[in-house]
């Protein structure tokens, strides 16, 4: 009991974390009248204390502490509760009828030029004070949507769309993913679509952002171009629009995407480089206020020049915590300031603790400050450089520790060579801040700009050849991992029971991390024979596309186009996640091209057709008498629909290439067709 009273915040945030959790679920599935619920729990919760208070159960200190539990559950689902139309925006469902409207939209972040498009996250507004809510924008990318700018006001005329998800076994859920963010509709706008009608009011965060795109142009002035440059201002100033994709994979691949992403340790670094040039403020009490305020102040600054992402105000305010912790000239406990952080974060918006980036962050601050310490200690170096380098090494070992779980649940890798790429990663991520401010610092004089631009240029183009080298190092990743959420789950049970046996040298951890090694063991193996033995058969649902895959054990034949296939983004977010689930170690690949259309597709002993009728083609097609299994139907047109009548088969599945208007001509227009029509796709086979 004496160690948990000196984590008081580490004993009510757990509750408040699954109350925020079950709710942001339950939302999805149930309708909720907010005001009621908060208005009910409020007096719930008001009456329970009192009566504690009365009755003087405090006294009792499992009384006490189960209550307090049950009223931070309430408290978590409560607030996810309350923001519950920003996730889901009822307002602008019923202003939405899924024909082009005119709507007045407000810009709300920094829009991003893609290569097609300006994709931009706007806010429909009816006047300047009432909100529909947040939807995503596409504009036709051209030299006036690419000026867009954050706080603008625009009419734009666009069909509305319920982003939906298209429901692939295993496939990311993006409607989630964006519901969290409060978007529930996204749109596409022409370039004779939208009008801009004013600037608006871009406010702090306007300037802000301002101020980033000035000092973007300092570093274009220096010399700065190409990856050099995207590099430059994301690792500095958090703008990662520019990156690309080829380097990103080349960073995820070698471990290092970390720095990338304005983090912890770039705020860590920034922490460190404002307080020693403010120590000379610590020498009276009253400039030691002075200075926690403009440390803080430059921290929620350099927040806001990254966009205010979530990574880094995370980090901002748990420094923030430590600032007054020294100020008030306490030692302040490390896991009451995450856990004090983590709070005030999901408190003001509970949605946060859905992004795989807080999880991340904070599993690996956890970690280095649980595992470093102990894994420094196991040896002690007499040169300096070898001692600084082991304390580089215990650090990303602790942080893979707390993250690698979390990796394999999301991105289904693991970075085999982290050391190494780390241990050359984080000293250049430092170096490439300090030129950074230098050169923003030193803009005034062309001179030193230059010289600046010139050493960032080439430490920028060093880390970055070495990144891709380590990527290209055969094994340097392990790719195709798939872990459940459960298993995660397992796996942070038995680290924390490891931790505890040898941090509190109680047995009990150590059993608890056996039986459940044990139990995890014994799950993958039933896991891996199901996957021996399996046999079917997925249609998939891609627009514009036919894509079948035949599964035979851990084998996969798949049957599409060559331009689907051979995209490995596309692929990697609607097939891919759905092989490494089902353990496939082995692919091969049929195009889908004339000779296999229309022909007799043999599994086993189950018989598979591709149906091409288009209207274009004069070849008469004659199917076999053989009864088929499946039929595919990839395309057709009107004149043609008749040919499908007395077709020999089961089921009928129409593919994603077909248009709406196919699937009911076929429906109307043909008589004997198969005795099961599928339109809904994704769809299984089991053959088994």
Not at 76 to 105: M, R
Not at 150 to 173: C, K, M, R, S
Not at 207 to 236: C, H, P, T, W, Y
Not at 251 to 263: F, N, P, R
Request: some cysteine; glycine content about 6%.
């Amino acid at each position: 009991m004496q160690v948990w009273n000196s984590f008081p915040m580490l004993r009510v945030i757990p509750p408040f974390l699954i109350g925020v959790v079950s709710a942001a679920f339950c939302i999805e599935l149930i309708e909720w009248d907010v005001q009621l619920l908060t208005i009910v729990f409020s007096v719930i919760a008001t009456t329970v204390l009192l009566g504690i208070a009365i009755a003087g159960f405090h006294k009792k200190e499992w009384v006490f502490g189960l209550v307090v539990w049950i009223v931070m559950f309430g408290l978590g689902s409560a607030l996810t509760l309350s923001v519950s139309n920003e996730i889901f925006p009822n307002d602008l469902s019923g202003n939405v009828n899924n024909q082009d409207g005119v709507y007045l939209a407000r810009i709300e972040d920094e829009p991003q030029i893609r290569e097609r498009s300006v994709k931009v996250i706007a806010e429909l507004t009816e006047d300047s004070l009432n909100s529909f809510g947040k939807v995503l924008l596409y504009f036709s990318k051209d030299s006036i949507s690419e000026n867009l700018r954050y706080g603008q006001i625009l009419a734009v005329n666009t069909n509305l769309q319920v982003v939906e998800n298209l429901g692939n076994p295993n496939e990311f859920n993006y409607k989630r993913y964006l519901r969290f963010n409060g978007i529930g509709f996204r749109g596409y706008v022409r370039s004779d679509k939208w009008k801009h009608l004013s600037n608006g009011s871009p406010g702090f965060r306007g300037l802000l952002f301002s101020v980033r795109r000035f000092l973007i142009n300092k570093l274009k002035q220096a010399g700065l171009e190409g990856d050099e440059l995207s590099v430059a201002s994301a690792l500095i100033l958090g703008f990662r629009a520019d990156l690309d994709r080829e380097l990103m994979t080349a960073y995820a691949g070698a471990g290092a995407t970390h720095v990338l992403a304005v983090s912890g340790l770039h705020v860590g670094i920034v922490y460190v480089i404002l307080n020693g040039l403010l120590k000379f403020m610590d020498r009276k009490k009253s400039t030691k206020i002075i200075k926690t305020f403009l440390l803080i102040g430059f921290l929620f600054g350099y927040a806001g020049l990254t966009g205010f992402s979530a990574s880094v105000v995370r980090a901002a305010t748990m420094f923030s915590f430590v600032a007054f912790g020294k100020m008030l000239q306490r030692d302040t406990n490390i896991y009451n300031t995450l856990a004090a952080s983590a709070f005030c974060l999901i408190a003001l918006e509970p949605m946060i603790i859905m992004q795989v980036g807080f999880q991340l962050s904070y599993a690996a601050v956890i970690g280095i400050v649980l595992i470093q310490p102990r894994l420094f200690k196991l040896y002690a170096f007499n040169n300096r450089l070898a001692d600084w380098a082991w304390s580089i090494t215990c650090v990303s070992i602790a942080a893979q520790i707390a993250t690698f779980p979390l990796g394999l649940l999301y991105f289904h890798q693991f970075p085999n060579l982290f050391l190494v790429s780390n241990l050359l990663v984080i000293p250049a991520a430092a170096g490439i801040l300090y030129l950074g401010f230098s050169l923003f610092i030193a803009s005034i004089w062309k001179p030193a700009l230059l010289f600046f631009g010139f050493l960032l240029d080439f430490l920028i183009s060093t880390l970055n050849t070495v990144v891709v080298w380590i990527e290209q190092i055969p094994y340097s990743v392990l790719q195709g991992i798939d872990i459940s959420t459960s298993e995660t789950l397992m796996t942070y049970a038995i680290i924390a029971g490891v931790l505890v046996f040898i941090a509190q040298k109680q047995r009990m951890g150590l059993y608890l991390s056996l039986s459940l090694t044990i139990a995890l063991v014994t799950l993958q193996i039933f896991e891996v024979y199901e996957q021996r033995h399996q046999k079917f058969i997925t249609i998939y649902n891609v627009r514009g596309e036919t894509a079948i895959a035949l599964f035979n054990g851990t084998q996969v034949t798949f049957i599409g186009s060559k331009g689907f296939y051979n995209d490995e983004q596309t692929m990697l977010f609607h097939v891919r996640h759905h092989w490494w689930r089902k353990g496939v170690e082995t692919e091969a690949f049929m195009e889908l091209n004339d000779s296999l259309l229309n022909s007799k597709i043999s599994f086993s002993d189950f018989h598979i057709s591709i149906i091409d009728l288009k209207s274009e083609s004069d070849k008469k097609v004659v199917f076999s008498n053989d009864k088929i299994d499946v039929a595919v139907l990839k395309s057709i047109s009107w004149q043609r629909i008749k040919q499908l009548n007395g077709f020999q088969s089961d089921r009928l599945v129409m593919s994603s290439s077909l248009g709406t208007k196919s699937i009911e001509s076929i429906s109307h227009d043909t008589e004997n067709l198969p005795s099961q029509i599928i339109a809904d796709l994704p769809f299984t086979i089991d053959l088994k």
